[in-house]
């Protein structure tokens, strides 16, 4: 997949809904359609942050498709209209030629210190189990931007759909990716355009 064209979804913080609750929101929302939608070429989206800062993600996701069609077969005006006016989106357009490339990945948050003591408990014994338990520091949560999103995997094994932290790194991308996971973040080196 070539990200050749793209959508914008505008989120409007309001007084009653945090900024962080929409984006929970429509990257749950999305990831389920990537999900969905998955065939033997793999998704066919990718995503981006243009506003993504330090401290959050910003008001902007952007979603890419390779055809025109295929961002039109998403739906975004649907996603949006469930958003009680939270939400807004901008028409599809081309991508800018020239554009220079960002790459976002994710980020996993450390394992919580009496995760890792359990696991290392079972796991080894003696000096080792010492070893192991003398190497565990609490560590504080990633300073990264985060979206809290909804498992899919626990809804689908116990009915239940846990939230757990999503953090978002970004680099510099040498080329641009081809192939995208299904949270339509890229899967080799590559990254997607970055434009305003």
């Not at 081309?94 to 003591?117: A, C, F, M, N, W």
């Not at 040498?174 to 970055?194: I, K, M, R, T, W």
């Amino acid at each position: 997949m070539k990200p050749l064209f793209y959508q914008d979804v505008v989120l409007m913080q309001g007084e009653d809904v945090p900024l962080s609750a929409l984006q929970s929101e429509l990257y749950s929302r999305l990831h389920m359609l990537f999900v969905s939608q998955l065939n033997e070429n793999g998704i066919q989206y990718a995503v981006a942050f243009p506003g993504m800062r330090d401290n959050g993600v910003g008001r902007k996701i952007r979603v890419f498709a390779e055809r025109l069609e295929d961002l039109v077969a998403l739906d975004i005006p649907r996603i949006c209209m469930r958003s009680y006016g939270m939400m807004d989106y901008r028409p599809p357009r081309s991508v800018p030629q020239g554009t220079p490339l960002i790459r976002y990945s994710r980020k996993h948050d450390q394992e919580r210190p009496e995760k890792r003591r359990a696991r290392n408990e079972a796991r080894y014994e003696g000096e080792r189990l010492e070893k192991a338990l003398s190497e565990i520091h609490d560590k504080r949560p990633l300073d990264l931007p985060c979206i809290w999103i909804r498992s899919l995997s626990t809804l689908a094994r116990d009915g239940v759909s846990n939230p757990y932290p999503f953090y978002i790194r970004t680099s510099v991308a040498d080329g641009l990716a081809s192939e995208f996971n299904c949270y339509g973040l890229p899967l080799s080196e590559g990254g997607v355009p970055d434009f305003a």
